[in-house]
């Protein structure tokens, strides 16, 4: 069975950057056919796309986050990172990072999440 | 892009039937057939229940139905039970772009 984990800072500045990892065992990393990507849950909101990063090295980030995000891929390591950049208040939240494997089925695995805060 | 347009609460009685709606656009939900549901509970990860609008992911049960008109796509939940209780989230993705409904609060009572 897949898992994944999500690693990093609990606690970042702001204004600086915010980076996770997100380790994948129990499982293949590489197909043609697999996306990886990073979603977040605000303190009493709902969830946030960040982006999604597909086989060959493409990535796509959510629009509001104005250039801020950058996901890649280790493949050496079966992890993928997230780097997001000038973090504010706003950025507090547990963020996961989640699968597709088995298409076409979109996220099928997620990672328990890891709690960040922003603050001084 | 904004959000999709979910109820922020619904509820039912054990044994009852509920939908819970989500409202897109022509630019989303109206213009593909990649919408997906999640539930999730707190302190835990979502779960995939629905993708391409309408088919379950293995191990859910069959009282999770999907459905879509338009620009809104449907999740019913029929022969409610108190493990049923727990947050719902419709998603509309492309190969591209994502965007989360704002989430409803499902509601056992």
Redesign the interface.
Known sequence: QLQLQESGPGLVKPSETLSLTCSVSGGPFTSRTFYWGW?RQPPGK????IG?I?YGGSS?YN??LKGRVTISVDTSKSQFSLKLASVTAADTAVY?C?GRIDP?????F????TRVTVSP | ?S?LTQPASVSGSPGQSITISCTGSSSDIGSHN?V?W?Q?HPD?????LV??VS?R?SGVSNRFSGSKSGNTASLTISGLQAGDESDY?C?S?T?????????TKLTVL
């Open positions: 979603i709902g969830l946030e796309w999604t597909y796509y629009p509001s996961y989640a076409p089925k979109d996220f099928d997620w990672g328990q999440g | 892009q959000a990649l997906s999640y999730h835990k990860p979502p779960r995939l993708y391409e088919k992911t989230y998603c993705y190969g591209t772009f994502r965007v989360f409904g704002g989430g």
